[in-house]
């Protein structure tokens, strides 16, 4: 008889062990889960502040671009008031 009782012990325990794994699994897959939607959010969040730094990014190249047009006609002004002056002081002398 002691036999018999061990092996329904065993058996209960087994059963007991079979369904906490199965509710620890499903536990554990609702959390990865929700764990995955959390870290696909961040990403989402993560790639659009890359985006806008990109699209910032090529706007002040835009403007550097301009900027260097500028300096550029503004160095080429300077070059011919320079002559201009030269040539004004030449005349005086």
Do not use: C, P, W
Not at 4 to 26: P, Q
Not at 31 to 45: M, R, V
């Amino acid at each position: 008889m002691s036999i018999e009782v061990s092996l329904l012990f065993g058996a209960i325990g087994t059963v007991v062990g079979v369904v906490g794994a199965i509710i620890t699994m499903k536990k554990n897959s609702k959390e990865d889960g929700e764990h995955s939607a959390e870290t696909k959010a961040q990403l989402n969040y993560i790639t659009r502040g890359v985006d806008d730094i990109r699209i910032d990014q090529r706007l002040q190249a835009s403007k550097l671009d301009g900027f260097n047009d500028r300096l550029i006609r503004v160095e080429e002004s300077t070059k011919q008031a320079h002559k201009r002056i030269n040539d004004i002081t030449k005349e005086e002398h």
